[in-house]
């Protein structure tokens, strides 16, 4: 594949969740969007205007939407729960296992929002927690694409497949990295670059800094593995044994370093019983109301840390 090189043009991610859901909407009349009364933030106001049939409002009720999704699976309708991360996680937490995931329902929980991007709207909505939450609940799948046309391609499989599945977007704008052709799968990894010297695995909102942080590298004799790890629940596991032959892992995140793609690395590094990871993300900590980038730099997930990091790895 290619790397896109210029990356001026930026889009959130949830403007691709909002573009997707329509064309889905449009194709399959049992598609359905359960907005939270947020719907201008997540990006549904179209759908809910061309397809107000295939759309609900259940108001500022979470939990109650988690309810009213398991019931509309359970008549073959495939419903899209829309809100923010750190509500449809953690608020929904129990009637996501309870509801959705104990039975195996085709219930898709999309949630803009998620990790630091929400920044001057403070710590209270930035869903730093969600993904490593989630995953832990059986039957549960965890995605989050990494620019705004890997997420329409993300959505349209999510759509596609069977089961529980949350996808996880970002409120500010985030450089496109692919073309618009371009495949993605749920559950296989996306390999930008081939290398042997260090490999670097990022998810989401931070693959565009592991890409800079691998172009730098390489300019400076460091031959850098890169991967694209969209989904971190199932986590494509190869790909990972693939990089601890390197034995050098850096893995690259917007969220806490507790529990999420750098803990689901570890955990396949461990049980392979070799190689060494330095994991890059929020430092365990809750964000504040600042800028995008100052709270990216508070927790060192930076281009300068990423390219530190593998320097001393080497």
Known sequence: MSVKKDDMKKIATRQGF????????????????LDIDIGKSCKTTEFQKQLPKQHINVGIAEQNGAGVAAGLATTGKIPFISTYAVFGSL???????????????????????????????GG????????GVLRTIPNMT???????????KLVRQAAEIYGPVYLRFTRDTVPVIYDEDEEFVIGKAK?????????????????????????QLEEEGVSVKLLDMHTIKPLDKQAV??????????????????????????????????????????????GQSAPYEKLLELNGITVENIIMNAKQLL
């Open 191 to 215: 390999e930008l670059k081939q290398g042997k010297d260090v490999a670097i695995i990022a998810n989401g909102d931070t693959v565009c800094l592991a890409i800079e942080a691998a172009n």
């Open 124 to 131: 209270s909505h930035q869903g730093i927690e969600d993904m």
């Open 142 to 152: 965890v995605v989050m694409g990494a620019d705004y046309y890997s997420t329409r």
């Open 18 to 33: 909002g573009d997707e859901i329509v064309k889905l909407g449009k194709e399959n009349k049992n598609i359905m969007v």
């Open 91 to 121: 608020r929904m937490a129990e009637q996501i296992r309870q509801e959705i995931c104990y039975p195996n329902l085709n219930v898709k929980i999309a949630c803009s929002h998620g990790g630091l991007t929400p920044a001057n709207d």
């Open 241 to 286: 044994l693939d990089c601890v032959d390197i034995g050098r892992i850096i893995t690259v995140e917007d969220h806490n370093v507790i529990n999420g793609l750098g803990s689901a690395v570890c955990e396949v590094v461990a049980e392979a019983g070799k190689g060494k990871v330095r994991r890059i993300g929020i430092q365990d900590q809750f």
